[in-house]
T-cell receptor
Framework: NAGVMQNPRHLVRRRGQEARLRCSPM?????VYWYRQLPEEGLKFMVY????????ESGMPKERFSAEFPKEGPSILRIQQVVRGDSAAYFC????????????FGPGTRLTVT | QKEVEQNSGPLSVPEGAIASLNCTYS??????FFWYRQYSGKSPELIMS????GDKEDGRFTAQLNKASQYVSLLIRDSQPSDSATYLC???????????FGKGTTLSVSS
């Protein structure tokens, strides 16, 4: 399967724990984007990364959230000390490199904070 | 705050009819425009992209772009029950680093 892969698909965390969401882009894609979809709300951009670089993190909450895309391995979105308001679907998208081009989405990670 | 606006719907059409979905955007500097389909509980699926004024057709789908009016539309011909989903309009920000999404229009096609 050459599509965008995300894991885990479902993640349950208790308040105060850490959540780590992983994303492997499509084969041949070097650009990764993270979006969040809160219940009954639209998709919101969080961060855009290329290998080893954060290009645009204007949508990331200032605290507790971080993202990386290392030279080797998947991109990781990390949420520290989760709160109930972090419960959402987190989607990763990838593109081949044209910044104005098409983005293809992975299946998402559904995070539930109890 | 750059915005993308869509009617939330639901838009209900009978099977075989044409469904027309509309979207307006606020940033005149936007260069690329996309329509995604999202089934309940699933991820967005890209169905159309359009970059220049006019129409672009792909099978039963036609995207229309009017940059002067800051308006994008999607027509679905011969609508099928399987087209029932939420349709998301997305526009690139000026830097090309992010997609700005509308909240989506829910389409219901009855058989």
């Amino acid at each position: 399967n050459a599509g965008v892969m995300q894991n885990p698909r479902h993640l349950v965390r208790r308040r105060g724990q850490e959540a780590r969401l992983r994303c492997s882009p499509m084969k041949g894609h070097s650009h990764v984007y993270w979006y969040r979809q809160l219940p009954e709300e639209g998709l919101k951009f969080m961060v855009y990364l290329q290998k080893e670089n954060i290009i645009d993190e204007s949508g990331m909450p200032k605290e507790r959230f971080s993202a990386e895309f290392p030279k080797e391995g998947p991109s990781i979105l990390r949420i520290q000390q989760v709160v109930r308001g972090d419960s959402a679907a987190y989607f990763c998208a990838s593109s081949p490199g044209d910044v104005f081009g098409e983005q293809y989405f992975g299946p998402g990670t559904r995070l539930t904070v109890t | 705050q750059k915005e993308v606006e869509q009617n939330s719907g639901p838009l209900s059409v009978p099977e075989g009819a044409i469904a027309s979905l509309n979207c307006t955007y606020s940033d005149r500097g936007s260069q690329s425009f996309f329509w995604y389909r999202q089934y309940s509980g699933k991820s967005p699926e890209l169905i159309m992209s359009i970059y220049s004024n006019g129409d672009k057709e792909d099978g039963r789908f036609t995207a229309q772009l009017n940059k002067a009016s800051q308006y994008v539309s999607l027509l679905i011909r011969d609508s099928q029950p399987s087209d029932s989903a939420t349709y998301l309009c997305a526009v690139n920000n000026q830097a090309g680093t992010a997609l700005i999404f509308g909240k989506g229009t829910t389409l219901s096609v009855s058989s």
